[in-house]
């Protein structure tokens, strides 16, 4: 329970910092609102949404080159992995798509599989900047940040890194997952 505590006032810190550079204040101090973080993106004004997300963007990319670490990544940063990922400080996919999104004060569930349900289906063919992309059933297997023009940003098991790729069809889901409404 104290690391949900600690998580959840890491990435209210963290989304008060954006918004404030955004010159928005929720007002409040951060501890008073416990349970912020978890509905983040719907504090986020929609004004500010796509501002949101180019942030996630470049708080995802500011990390490319950074290894592969299964179980490795914080809300801070890279970090040691587990099992196979220990002697690594590091991302895997979740790890890194859940730090991009605490930058801006958005707090998503930490295993690829939860993350898929953690904002609204939509289809691929409306997919926008920002937006999930999950393989495996249930989301289970993999996610990645979809950039834009057939890209997707990602911590890649097989490359060895966080870096950019094509998107792969093969073994999508049916639906991306869109975290921040714009």
């Not at 937006?131 to 023009?149: E, M």
Request: glycine share 18%; charged share 15%.
């Amino acid at each position: 329970m104290q690391a949900t505590a600690q998580a959840t006032q890491t990435t209210l810190d963290l989304g008060r910092q954006f918004l404030g550079g955004l010159g928005i204040n929720l007002g409040g101090p951060a501890a008073s609102a416990p349970s912020a973080a978890t509905t983040g993106a719907s504090r986020i004004p929609r004004a500010n949404a796509r501002q949101a997300v180019e942030y996630v963007i470049r708080r995802a990319g500011s990390q490319m080159g950074v290894p592969y670490s299964w179980g490795g990544g914080s809300l801070q940063g890279p970090s040691k992995g587990v099992d196979s990922g220990a002697n690594t400080v590091g991302f895997d996919c979740s790890g890194l798509v859940r730090y991009a999104f605490a930058g801006v004060g958005v707090l998503i569930p930490r295993f690829s599989g939860d993350q898929y349900n953690a904002g609204r289906h939509v289809p691929p063919a409306e997919a926008k900047r920002g937006d999930l992309i999950f393989y495996g059933p249930g989301g289970g297997q993999h996610v990645t940040l979809y950039l834009g023009n057939g890209q997707m940003l990602e911590a890649s098991g097989s490359a060895g890194k966080v870096t950019v790729s094509p998107v792969r069809k093969a073994g999508m889901t049916p639906f991306v997952t869109r975290i921040i409404e714009y």
